[in-house]
T-cell receptor
Framework: ETGVTQTPRHLVMGMTNKKSLKCEQH?????MYWYKQSAKKPLELMFV???????ENNSVPSRFSPECPNSSHLFLHLHTLQPEDSALYLC???????????????FGEGSRLTVL | AQTVTQSQPEMSVQEAETVTLSCTYD???????LFWYKQPPSRQMILVIR??????QNATENRFSVNFQKAAKSFSLKISDSQLGDAAMYFC???????????FGKGTLLTVNP
């Protein structure tokens, strides 16, 4: 039991496809995050949700559309992606958005996305 | 804005030996936290150790310890008695005390040789 589960683990899609990434946390946390991890680059924060309300969109292109139906589930809907969007997408959760131990992140294993 | 620099893209260590991973950071915050995360080949990122900036004592977690030099803005990770399971990508990260925004370094890939 990892606490934060992401599906699918691997996804290959064409530039015109529509697909979704799913994240589920079993930790009772209130905040959830999407990060993008590209080779040789620092992790990039994409979106943040707190109590299922979006609190941050870090200038992410509209071809990425997040959805948070409740505090336990987070989706990333993908549409008309570009090859440069190929990366590992990590979901994370935390008890709260604040500082201290309550704000510490727990990560999922990631979804490896390849855009052809 | 915060920056985190890991100057060693790759490191290797012999099993049972000690290795130190370097990290420097830049911040204008007076209250902040520093972290080392480990990402094994299975890819789940896990927290190895955390350090509160207001604490002078270096954090320790079993075989993992840090050397926190606040004035120099340096935060290195020492792994003692290295084990094969320590092989992973290690990320240094900074977070202001007031919010959730983590800034990561680019990572150091650690190889442990038997």
């Amino acid at each position: 039991e990892t606490g934060v589960t992401q599906t699918p683990r691997h996804l290959v899609m064409g530039m015109t496809n529509k697909k979704s990434l799913k994240c589920e946390q079993h930790l009772g946390h209130n905040a959830m995050y999407w990060y993008k991890q590209s080779a040789k680059k620092p992790l990039e924060l994409m979106f943040v949700y707190n109590f299922k309300e979006q609190t941050e969109n870090n200038s992410v292109p509209s071809r990425f559309s997040p959805e948070c139906p409740n505090s336990s589930h987070l989706f990333l809907h993908l549409h008309t992606l570009q090859p440069e969007d190929s990366a590992l997408y990590l979901c994370a959760s935390s008890q709260s958005l604040g500082g201290g131990k309550a704000g510490e992140l727990f990560f999922g294993e990631g979804s490896r996305l390849t855009v052809l | 804005a915060q920056t985190v620099t890991q100057s060693q893209p790759e490191m290797s260590v012999q099993e049972a030996e000690t290795v130190t991973l370097s990290c420097t950071y830049d911040t204008s915050e007076s209250d902040y936290y520093l972290f080392w995360y480990k990402q094994p080949p299975s890819r789940q990122m896990i927290l190895v150790i955390r350090q509160e900036a207001y604490k002078q004592q270096n954090a320790t977690e079993n075989r993992f310890s840090v050397n926190f030099q606040k004035a120099a803005k340096s935060f290195s990770l020492k792994i003692s008695d290295s084990q094969l399971g320590d092989a992973a990508m290690y990320f240094c990260a900074h977070r202001p005390g007031s919010n959730y925004k983590l800034t990561f370094g680019k990572g150091t890939l650690l190889t442990v040789n038997p």
